[in-house]
């Protein structure tokens, strides 16, 4: 696959190799940024150091999963597949939208630069009905890329809207605080700002050595049907996340977890290891407190560590860290302008002007003790201005623990 208008180049394949019972995805250099694959294409898994062409992997399985970009140059520039129907990746996109243009004049300024014919569209003082309708009328016509475009152009560092470039926003997202979830913290920011601004954002150099290490154990859920989340490796080789993302022994048996999915100090995919759950093993779940854990295949603490889990104290005005795969792409940290809310027996709520965690993260205090998983959140508009903050909550550890104790999942807690 080369571009004569570029040169000559080398045309380098995607390429994985299965190492155990983990497997390893390579990316190559010119590689357009990918999901995951599965290793059992043609009839049962690949023998170990068996290398795998991505190009016959897309023959085998059917093509991509849903959600992900097609086309791209060797540069690894991708050009979103154009949406034919609304899914998942589209429902995405309208909530984003909404929170970055939740005015129906800003809505309509988009609208125009992106082509699309105003009288079509329905707009709604509702900015989720608003965006519905727009992208609506932008899959009617083919254009849900320029919208896209438009919207990078006023937010050109956004992760949500570079993956939904790539056709890759398949994140999948809790109940919305503000909506589904109440909210107890205010609904003025500016309180909580100045806490932040009052307090010093000076801490030791081993703040970030810790914070690597805890970012080891932390992973991407891949679900059969595309869909991701976040998750995080405990004792006795158990990964953590939601109820909502791995909600039955089923869904656990068909998801892959993958470690490592995030970029080298060169900016390059780094190679990242997939496992399978064995729930037979160990499964328990909450739908009222939003928390899954299963058993994990082989012995991922050896690798990857794992995050100690005991029982905390929060409390409101505390700082608190997420490491997650915002919008189900590469792993990030959200460090320290982040300050907790509310808290009580079961919840912690925290504010942020980070990207939305992808559900199932681990949320740290400022020393880096787990407090928190990750489950839902919302947008909250600062009065007086067009700038909105993420407001989030997550479960309580101590509710998490409590669970999986009783659950017998685990050895060793306090």
């Not at 290398?51 to 999963?65: C, K, Y």
């Amino acid at each position: 696959m080369t571009d004569p208008s570029k040169g000559e180049q080398s045309a380098t394949r995607d390429v994985y190799t299965v190492q155990g019972n983990a497997k390893v995805g390579i990316v190559g250099p010119n590689a357009v940024a990918h999901n995951p694959v599965f290793y059992e294409a043609g009839g049962g898994p690949k023998e170990h150091g068996e290398e795998i062409d991505s190009e016959v992997l897309s023959e085998q399985e059917g093509g991509p999963h849903p959600g992900m970009a097609v086309e791209g140059d060797l540069h690894g520039i991708a050009r979103p597949k154009e949406r034919t129907s609304w899914d998942r990746t589209m429902t995405n996109l309208r909530d984003v939208l909404a929170a970055l243009y939740p005015t129906v004049q800003d809505s309509i300024t988009v609208a125009d630069a992106a082509g699309l014919p105003r009288a079509r569209i329905r707009f709604d003082p509702s900015a989720t009905n608003n965006w519905h309708s727009i992208l609506d009328e932008a899959i009617k016509h083919q254009n849900v890329p320029a919208v896209i475009e438009v919207a990078r152009r006023d937010y050109p560092e956004n992760e949500e809207l570079k993956l939904a470039q790539r056709g890759d926003l398949m994140a999948i997202r809790g109940p919305q605080v503000g909506d589904e979830v109440p909210w107890q913290g205010p609904d003025d920011v500016d309180p909580l700002e100045r806490i932040i601004g009052t307090q010093s954002t000076l801490v030791p150099i081993n703040f970030l050595e810790i914070g690597l290490l805890r970012a080891k154990s932390v992973a991407r859920v891949v679900n059969a049907d595309g869909s991701r989340g976040s998750g995080f490796l405990v004792g006795d080789n158990l990964l953590v996340t939601n109820h909502h993302v791995l909600p039955d022994r089923d869904a656990a048996r068909q998801a892959v977890i993958q470690f490592n999915y995030q970029q080298t100090i060169a900016g390059a995919e780094a190679p990242y290891e997939e496992y399978r759950t064995t729930p037979e093993d160990g499964f328990a779940t909450s739908e009222e407190d939003d928390w899954t854990a299963v058993r994990l295949q082989g012995d991922p603490n050896q690798k990857w560590g794992r995050l100690d889990v005991q029982r905390v104290d929060v409390s409101k005005g505390n700082r608190v860290n997420i490491i997650q795969h915002p919008g189900g792409g590469p792993k990030q940290m959200s460090l320290y302008h982040n300050v907790v809310a509310y808290v009580d027996a079961t919840r912690v709520q925290y504010l942020t002007d980070t990207l939305p965690g992808s559900s199932g993260s681990p949320v740290f205090d400022e020393t880096w003790k787990l407090v928190a998983l990750h489950h839902s959140g919302g947008w909250l508009p600062q009065p007086g201005s067009k700038q909105t903050y993420y407001r989030n909550e997550g479960i309580h550890i101590n509710t998490v623990l409590d669970g999986v104790v009783s659950a017998n999942l685990i050895s060793g807690l306090e």
